[in-house]
């Protein structure tokens, strides 16, 4: 996915830092992807709490970070663009219990991370690898594995799930290679799973780490998320509406979304054609 962290800046500037107002005055995709309130409720349903600290990986222009402050007593933000940083930094910047990062998920055996703090209390690296060593209650990548290599996407994620704290949760969100928009005209992500591919993911982190995993279903998609399913809970025939909206794309169709996932629902194949894919890995208690 192409950064548009720069014209965001630009955005936040004209509108005097008014993500709202950015949203009335704007037609642009990009501006929507960012700053549209739809983008938290992918992750508003989680039951984070005051006590809770949260590791954000990928600033995904301070989309979700908001909701994430508000809930959590901490939360740390990595990312490697300091331009990605500086529009969270610009949406966010007053809340004393956000620490923005640049730097990445440091591999098995790393000893210096390399993490630097971003225009904040400039703590020092003594400090921020404490972050690290302590762990998190919630390591979240929203947008991550949209920009990563299906060959890397493993890798990823068990670095990411090496830091979450025993009962802690490891979340993260891609597109579905198959999903039912792309055969309708959509245009399709750089980086997307099949449904097996995105399952199998969360199955090794189970092997390598033991624990428990769930797939969950945002509807339309991950970025703009009306409705939530899960393995426990499918929709029936008829259940999913309202999916044929090109919020970020040309407005052309080949066929209706809805007749077609309807179809899937009820040859018990929703999962396979849904638009997006959450998934969530729980690791066991010490």
Known sequence: MKDYSYELLDLLEKYKGDAEAALRGETSPWCLYAFSPLRENLFEWLEIGKKDRVLQVGSDYGSCTGLFAERAGEVVVLDPLDENLEVNRKRHGEKENLCLVRGELPKAGTESLGWKEYKGKERAAEELDALYKDGFDYVILPSMLSGTEKNGAADLLARAAALVRPGG???AAAENESGVRYF?????FEHSFLEVEFRGLFEDLKEKFGGT????YPVPDYRYPMTIYSDGYLPQTGDVTNISARLDGPGLWFGNEEKAMANACRNGDFTKFT???LGMWEKGKA
């Not at 309708?184 to 399709?188: D, K, L, R, S, T």
């Not at 995993?213 to 969950?216: D, E, G, N, S, V």
Request: charge should be neutral; glycine fraction near 6%.
């Open 184 to 188: 309708m005209g959509a245009e399709p």
């Open 275 to 277: 638009n997006s894919f």
């Open 169 to 171: 949760r490891l979340l």
């Open 213 to 216: 995993a769930m797939l969950y």
